[in-house]
């Protein structure tokens, strides 16, 4: 099963996607998610200059062996860029087998481990009759776990807060430049969550995502303020490049932390892991070497008792969404699936066989991922440029969005 010609189909219907349709001479096609939010163009060029020339001819059959070709036969490895696109080339092997197997792709991973996936939605809101109100409908939905981000009050523009649709990549000439004051947010936060404990009761489970925005002595702070509400997880609650940072944080606090949605290979996590600092991995496949390196991570994870927390916004496509579903439905140690609704638009050019119900998700019985890719209704909808915000403090310094 050779590979004949490997596309790169950017689009974008509700926002950009980066999509790599590789195809056999025996007429199957396998689809990769290559989008990297705010730095798509880079993946664009990547892939279409340097990687998809090297695939012609290849064995479509042969994942692992292509994918330490693209790791270590290139002297430039690691990073976001290099990263998304082996993952796209990697999912869109794994399609591809397991569409020849005429399975889905989940059984190749071992099979399930379990009837379906706990997925979390994100509420927000500018106070807390907007937020409960984002809850409520969210539980509606069948959400069975809710993350909660708030406005701060002195802060004009903050991360995580919506009115309608959530997508933090502006389609403009420029970044939009965030408000920021730890002091504000500390003091604001924990009455918060009390409020929405007192409202929804003790068994809901809660997480909330501080975004990197603060030192290790203030994430250890907010952590052991927050104890009494029982959140499910604490993310990223200091910027994730210093795994020692989260020691401090972690001899202060027994609320969970999870990160890792920056990190992209197994180098990023070790202290982490090993010194079991985090309780879930947030990695997304799409941002991580593909299914074939983020189940190493998770696999190696798993022997500390740490858990999946895979990444999964709007900026994770259908296709990245899906091959998530399949690895976290074959994993033993699964913890839950981030999971935001793409659009309508969206839905009509990838179209999918993944289903939500009751709060579960499950990537479907179709072979491979279970996600096809309509390249007329693509065509329609051409990039738009587009940044993720930055943050500023009050005196104007930048700070970690």
């Excluded at 004949?4 to 996607?17: G, I, K, L």
């Excluded at 399930?112 to 807390?128: I, N, T, V």
């Excluded at 189940?295 to 091959?323: C, F, N, W």
Aim: net charge negative; glycine share 10%.
């Amino acid at each position: 099963m050779i590979i004949e010609s490997a596309e790169v189909v950017v689009t974008s219907p509700d926002r950009n996607f980066v999509t790599l349709r590789v195809t056999t001479d025996d007429g199957l096609v396998g689809l990769g998610d290559a989008t990297l939010n705010g730095r798509e163009q880079s993946v664009v060029a990547y892939l279409a200059e340097h990687v998809a020339p090297l695939l012609i001819g290849r064995d479509a059959h042969r994942i692992e062996d292509t994918w330490q070709f693209l790791y270590r036969g290139a002297y430039w490895r690691r990073g976001p860029v290099t990263m998304a696109a082996i993952a796209a080339v990697d999912v869109a092997l794994w399609d591809i087998k397991a569409q020849a197997a005429g399975m889905p792709l989940y059984q190749l991973l071992g099979g399930a481990s379990r009837s379906g996936l706990l997925a979390y939605g994100h509420a927000s809101g500018p106070d807390l009759p907007s937020l409960f109100e984002e809850i409520r409908r969210l539980r509606g939905d069948g959400y069975r776990a809710i993350r909660v981000q708030t406005s701060v009050p002195g802060l004009d523009k903050i991360y995580g807060i919506s009115t309608g649709h959530y997508e933090p990549a502006g389609r403009v000439p420029a970044p939009v430049e965030e408000d920021w004051d730890s002091r504000s947010y500390l003091r604001h936060m924990p009455g918060v969550f009390e409020a929405v404990r007192a409202e929804f009761g003790p068994e809901l489970p809660l997480l909330h995502d501080v975004h990197h925005r603060l030192t290790p002595i203030q994430a250890a702070r907010l952590g052991k303020a927050l104890e009494p509400y029982d959140l499910f997880w604490l993310e990223d609650c200091t910027p994730a490049e210093d795994q020692e940072a989260l020691r401090l944080v972690r001899q202060h606090t027994t609320t969970p932390l999870a990160i890792g949605e920056v990190f992209n290979t197994v180098h990023d996590y070790r202290t982490l892991i090993a010194d079991r600092l985090i309780d879930y991995v947030r990695s997304a496949v799409t941002h991580t070497g593909g299914i074939t390196h983020l189940k190493r991570i998770l696999e190696y994870a798993g022997q500390y008792g740490i858990r999946s927390g895979i990444h999964g916004p709007t900026d994770i496509s259908p296709v990245g969404m899906a091959a998530s579903l399949h690895l976290g439905l074959a994993l033993h140690n699964f913890g839950i699936q981030e999971y935001m609704k793409h659009g309508a638009r969206t839905d009509e050019v990838f179209q999918q066989s993944f289903t939500f119900v009751d709060g579960l998700l499950h990537p479907g019985s179709q072979p491979g991922l279970g996600v096809r890719l309509d390249l007329s209704s693509a065509k329609k909808y051409p990039y738009q440029t587009a940044y993720l915000p930055i943050n500023r403090l009050k005196d104007g310094t930048v700070h970690d969005w």
